[in-house]
C-alpha cells in the first residue's frame, strides 16, 4: 500500500519509500525525504520562496534515467504554487514554487534536484543575487576552486560586494552575491568582466570560456548561470550523484584550509550537525540589508 500522509494539512501520497535511490551508501528514498522534512526544510525553504523551480529527475536513482524539467509535471496538486515564467518559445509558461513544506515535499517525493533562477517571480529577469559556478576540469578540482573562490571574494569585495560559498554537490564550488535588485542582463555582463579578470590574474589556474580544449587542469569561471533563462541548483539541494550529497554552504575558513577534495564532499548525513553548529551560512543571502549595488548602478 502506498502511503498517505498529512504536511501541515495537505495529504501527500508517498512512494517507493524502501527503494535504495544511492546505491553506494544504501541510501533509501524514504531518508531521503525524511533528509528534507528533518533538516533540510526549515534553511532550504528561504532559499525557494517565490523562485520558479526546475527539476532534474532521477526517480531510479543518479545511475538510471535522468531528465530535466521546468513545466509543472503532470499530476501537480491544484494546491502546489505556480508562477508565470517569460520563455520566448512558450508565452504562457509557467513553473513550480516551493513556498511550503507540503510543496517541497510533494516535488521531493518525485526524486528531484532542485534548481532556482536567480531572480523572483514578482520581478522576472531582475535578479537578486549573482552566482559564479566554478567547475573545475580534471586533474583540477576543488582545491584548485577554492583558491580561484578567494580571489573573486577579495575582487568583490573591492566593489563592495560580499559572497558566499557552497559547494555544488559534484566537483566545484558556487559563490553567491546578494544584490540589490538588478536586470539579469547587467549582472552577466559584470560577472563575466569578473570571470575575464579572473584568467587574467590567475592564467594557470582560470578560464573564462566553456571550450573544452582550454579547460583541462583549469578551473571554468561559470559566469552564464546569472542569465535570466537559467538556473543553479539550490542550496541544501541533493544531488544525482553516486553518493547523496548536498550542495551545501561552507564558511570561508573551511574555503581557505581545503588541501584535498573530500575536504568539501558533504552528505545528507552531515547536515543536521553542521546546522546546528553553523547555522544557514547562507542567510544573509535573503537579507536585503545585507545586498550590495553593482558597480556604477
Not at 544531488?239 to 561552507?250: F, I, L, Y
Amino acid at each position: 500500500m502506498t502511503p498517505i500522509t498529512e504536511v501541515e494539512g495537505r495529504r501527500l501520497t508517498l512512494s517507493n519509500l524502501d527503494k535504495v535511490l544511492y546505491p553506494a551508501t544504501g541510501t533509501t528514498k524514504g531518508e531521503v525525504l525524511h533528509y528534507y522534512a528533518a533538516t533540510a526544510a526549515r534553511v532550504m525553504l528561504p532559499h525557494l520562496r517565490d523562485r520558479p523551480l526546475s527539476f532534474l529527475r532521477y526517480p531510479d536513482g543518479p545511475e538510471g534515467l535522468r531528465f530535466f524539467t521546468k513545466n509543472p509535471p503532470p499530476g501537480t496538486p491544484d494546491w502546489v504554487r505556480t508562477a508565470p515564467v517569460p520563455r520566448s518559445d512558450d508565452p504562457g509558461a509557467r513553473q513550480v514554487l516551493a513556498q511550503d513544506l507540503p510543496s517541497l515535499m510533494w516535488a521531493a517525493n518525485l526524486v528531484v534536484e532542485f534548481h532556482t533562477h536567480q531572480w523572483r517571480q514578482d520581478s522576472p529577469a531582475v535578479a537578486d543575487r549573482m552566482v559564479f559556478d566554478l567547475d573545475p576540469g580534471p586533474p583540477a578540482g576543488v582545491v584548485e576552486c577554492c583558491a580561484v573562490a578567494l580571489w573573486l571574494r577579495e575582487r568583490l569585495a573591492g566593489d563592495g560586494l560580499s559572497a558566499y560559498g557552497k559547494t555544488s554537490g559534484s566537483k566545484g564550488l558556487h559563490l553567491l552575491v546578494p544584490l540589490e535588485p538588478t536586470p539579469s542582463g547587467k549582472v552577466t555582463a559584470y560577472a563575466k568582466k569578473l570571470a575575464v579578470e579572473a584568467q587574467g590574474a590567475l592564467p594557470e589556474l582560470a578560464v573564462h570560456r566553456m571550450t573544452r580544449a582550454l579547460r583541462p587542469g583549469k578551473v571554468f569561471v561559470d559566469f552564464s548561470q546569472n542569465a535570466a533563462a537559467k538556473t543553479t541548483a539550490a542550496p541544501y539541494t541533493l544531488r544525482a550523484k553516486a553518493r547523496p550529497t548536498v550542495s551545501a554552504p561552507v564558511t570561508w575558513e573551511e574555503i581557505e584550509e581545503c588541501g584535498a577534495p573530500d575536504d568539501l564532499v558533504l552528505l545528507a548525513g552531515d547536515m543536521a550537525a553542521r546546522l546546528e553548529r553553523h547555522g544557514d551560512l547562507l542567510a544573509p543571502l535573503n537579507d536585503p540589508g545585507q545586498a550590495g549595488a553593482l558597480p556604477g548602478g
